[in-house]
C-alpha cells in the first residue's frame, strides 16, 4: 500500500470563517465566499469565464486538473453573488480584481493577517469546516 503525504494546505476552522465574513466586505467578501463555497482551485477560478457558468446560476462547468472536466453546482450564496455583476462575455470580473498567480494567495494572506489567524489559501476555505 502507498502512502500518501499530508496536504499541505492547512483548512480554515469554522470559527475562524465567521470571524473573516464579519472582517470583509465587498468583492473580496464576495471573492472569499465564492471559493469557499465552490472549493476551486485558484487557477480554475482566475481562468473563470461567464460562459462557463450555466444561465440559471446553478453550476459551472470548466477543465480542471489535469484538464479533466467538471461540473460544479453552485449553492445559493454563489448565485446571489454572482446576480451582483454583469454578465458580459469574456472573465468574470471576481477572478479579474486580483490577476496572476498570487493574487488570491495574497487577499487570503492579507484576511488572515487582519484577523490575527494563521496563513491560509484560497483553496483551504471550504465553507468553514472543520469545526475544532
Known amino acids: 500500500m502507498i502512502s500518501e503525504d499530508p496536504p499541505k494546505q492547512r483548512v480554515v476552522y469554522a470559527e475562524e470563517y465567521a470571524l473573516i465574513l464579519k ?23 482566475h481562468r473563470l469565464q461567464w460562459d462557463c457558468i450555466s444561465s440559471d446560476y446553478q453550476s459551472i462547468k470548466l477543465k480542471g486538473k489535469g484538464r479533466k472536466a467538471r ?36 487577499l487570503c494572506k492579507r484576511l488572515a493577517r487582519d484577523i490575527g489567524i494563521p496563513r491560509f489559501g484560497p483553496h483551504s476555505a471550504h465553507g468553514g469546516w472543520p469545526m475544532k
Open 71 to 106: 461540473v460544479i453546482p453552485l449553492n445559493n450564496t454563489c448565485c446571489e453573488i454572482l446576480r451582483r455583476y454583469e454578465r458580459i462575455d469574456g472573465p468574470l470580473q471576481l477572478s479579474q480584481r486580483y490577476p496572476g498567480k498570487t493574487g488570491t494567495y495574497w
Open 23 to 45: 472582517h470583509v466586505r465587498g468583492m473580496d467578501r464576495d471573492i472569499f465566499e465564492f471559493l469557499a463555497s465552490t472549493g476551486l482551485r485558484r487557477d480554475e477560478f
